[in-house]
């Protein structure tokens, strides 16, 4: 079973910040926060991922809590083509499976 | 440079047959990974590959299901005497290994069993 809660649809505005939560209050301290997507007839594609300190890349932003019981993924200026399912994972550093959820739903409105 | 490729894009078969699903890594990627998605539903694990070896076949759901990876490379999942139920996409993906790496998927293989 997936180790995470996400809610299941969020809406955004064009151009706003795109804020998606999720939680993982029983993660290990060996596992890492992951976040992948899903666009409409495509394979997942990997955004972003961290283990204690926030990061940042070209795509998003990866805000971790200190308990690391919970996460947000920031999408700083959302556009039409971040409509996807967005999927928050733990998983333990290295190789391994990647154990899916159902995913946020996130519909960006024009 | 080019992705994870899949082969067919599409299959429709008929209940009872055999049918193969080959994937194809990124080069020099060594780790590869099979999911399967039905409609809905985030991707489900079915088997993984370090190299040539099966590290990990928890999640093929009967041995029907087969896969196989001879060369380190290329591989193929086998799926043996169909059933509706097998209908969904299946993904490939494929990753560096080694480490907190990410993994790179294919576009999918859509399977249709009638």
């Known amino acids: 079973d997936a180790k995470t809660t996400q809610p299941t649809s969020m809406d955004c505005a064009e151009g706003r910040a795109a804020n998606l939560p999720c939680n993982h209050s029983?993660?290990?301290?060996?596992?890492?926060v992951y976040w992948y997507r899903q666009i409409h007839s495509q394979g997942p594609q990997y955004i972003i991922h961290?283990?204690?300190n926030n990061e940042t890349n070209e795509m998003a932003s990866l805000i971790i809590t200190e308990d690391r019981k919970s996460s947000t993924l920031i999408l700083p200026h959302a556009t039409l083509r971040d409509t996807a399912v967005y999927y928050c994972?733990?998983?333990?550093?290295?190789?391994?499976?990647?154990?899916f959820g159902k995913g946020t739903r996130l519909h960006i409105l024009p | 440079g080019a992705g994870v490729s899949q082969t067919p894009s599409n299959k429709v078969t008929e209940k009872g047959k055999y049918v193969e699903l080959r994937c194809d890594p990124i080069?020099?990627?060594?780790?590869l990974y099979w999911y399967r998605q039905s409609l809905g539903q985030g991707p489900e694990f079915l088997i993984y590959?370090?190299?040539?070896?099966?590290?990990?076949d928890s999640g093929l759901p009967n041995d029907r299901f087969f896969a196989v990876r001879p060369e380190g490379s290329v591989s193929t999942l086998k799926i043996q005497r169909t059933e509706r139920g097998d209908s969904a996409v299946y993904l490939c993906?494929?990753?560096?290994?080694?480490?907190?790496?990410?993994?790179?998927f294919g576009p999918g293989t859509r399977l249709t069993v009638l």
């Open positions: 993906a494929s990753s560096l290994g080694g480490g907190p790496s990410e993994q790179f």
């Open positions: 029983t993660i290990s301290g060996n596992e890492y």
């Open positions: 961290g283990l204690k």
């Open positions: 994972i733990v998983r333990p550093g290295g190789d391994d499976k990647i154990i």
């Open positions: 080069s020099g990627h060594t780790a």
């Open positions: 590959f370090q190299g040539t070896g099966a590290a990990d």
